[in-house]
């Protein structure tokens, strides 16, 4: 069974606190995503990722950090949490094969920054 | 930016009614797809239609595209509670989402 799998369903911070969220995908996929939604504002992709050592920035990067060391796991770093990084962050992962482009969501990681 | 927008925002319908949500995008697309969201978990695709396809159908689910008007649409057809959730669409390959459409369906 594919997955996607984040490494925190919740979380609680403090303002000032550094933040790991890790993600890891088990489908050898290219494409990795971070998301952050919140109510009204929808889903809001913060970075993206085609390849290893590889990142580009999305819609709302401020803030926001990205790691890729390994093609299976794509970490998002708050260098310095803030109280409006609360939200619920989800990763996905996707092939460049199959030209679909079908995005795999892991569960999320809801993040309190207190 | 947001390139999908889903419109309506809320839904409430009852059991074995048909629930129809619609899409507009700004850009450009080889492929739309459609997701699912239960409450407070990942979303899951549930249907892709391509840019040369005029509609598709799943199950209990029909897709329309229009690209000269920038538009898709779901249709749930006999829908049951368990249908309960938000649908979003994107496009493929840097997929942006919208709003989402909460479907609630009554029992």
């Known amino acids: 069974d594919v997955k996607v799998t984040q490494s925190s369903r919740y979380l609680v911070k403090r303002t000032g606190e550094k933040v790991f969220l890790e993600c890891v995908q088990d489908?050898?996929?290219?494409?990795m995503f971070w998301y952050r939604q919140d109510p009204g504002l929808g889903l809001r992709l913060i970075y993206f990722?085609?390849?290893?050592?590889?990142?580009e920035k999305g819609d709302i990067p401020e803030g926001y950090s990205v790691s890729r060391e390994k093609k299976e796991r794509f970490s998002l770093i708050l260098e310095s949490a803030s109280t409006n990084q609360t939200s619920m962050y989800l990763c996905?992962?996707?092939?460049?094969?199959?030209?679909?482009?079908?995005?795999?969501f892991g569960e999320g990681s809801r993040l309190t920054v207190l | 930016s947001q390139q999908g927008e889903e419109d309506p925002q809320a839904l409430s319908i009852q059991e074995g009614e048909n629930a129809t949500m619609n899409c507009s995008y700004k850009?450009?697309?080889?492929?739309l797809q459609w997701y699912r969201q239960n409450s407070g978990r990942g979303l899951v695709h549930l249907i892709l239609?391509?840019?040369?396809?005029r509609e598709k159908h799943s199950g209990r689910l029909r897709v329309t595209l229009d690209t000269s008007k920038k538009s898709s649409s779901l249709l749930i057809t006999a829908s049951r509670a368990a249908d309960t959730a938000s649908y979003f669409c994107?496009?493929?390959?840097?997929?942006?989402f919208g709003r989402g459409t909460s479907l609630i369906v009554h029992p």
């Open positions: 990722s085609y390849d290893v050592k590889m990142k």
């Open positions: 850009t450009s697309i080889n492929n």
């Open positions: 489908m050898d996929h290219e494409n």
């Open positions: 996905a992962s996707s092939s460049v094969g199959g030209n679909t482009g079908e995005l795999f």
């Open positions: 994107a496009r493929s390959y840097i997929p942006t």
């Open positions: 239609i391509r840019s040369n396809e």
